[in-house]
Nanobody, 115 residues
Framework: QVQVVESGGGLVQAGGSLRLSCAAS????????MGWYRQGPGNQRELVAA???????TYADSVKGRFTISRVNGKNTVYLQMNSLKPEDTAVYYC?????????WGQGTQVTVSS
């Protein structure tokens, strides 16, 4: 049994900040790469940020300098600090765990940025 749970979404004005959290639990016994994806209405799901088991990060060009992904050392728990939010950041944000055997997804958390 694997559970992936996100939290921290909400409604924010343009220029504001939100911090998303994701924790994976259950039958994952290794520290795995994790990432945040997002999907807006009518759009494909896209990678926002990812972090390896060793803490190496990557970001989509659209969020570089504004978003920061981090993880708890030795845990499958990650955060996404989102600053200087723009209306185009509005989407459902999904947490992903890329284990050696399978990819696990959370149910998503809605982020809405108003102008």
């Amino acid at each position: 049994q694997v559970q992936v749970v996100e939290s921290g979404g909400g409604l924010v004005q343009a220029g504001g900040s939100l911090r998303l959290s994701c924790a994976a639990s259950g039958s994952i016994y290794v520290i795995s790469p994790m990432g945040w994806y997002r999907q807006g209405p009518g759009n494909q799901r896209e990678l926002v940020a990812a972090i390896t088991s060793g803490g190496i990060t990557t970001y989509a060009d659209s969020v570089k300098g504004r978003f920061t992904i981090s993880r708890v050392n030795g845990k499958n728990t990650v955060y996404l600090q989102m600053n200087s939010l723009k209306p185009e950041d509005t989407a459902v944000y999904y947490c992903n765990v890329d284990s050696s055997r399978s990819r696990y997804w959370g149910q998503g958390t809605q982020v809405t940025v108003s102008s």
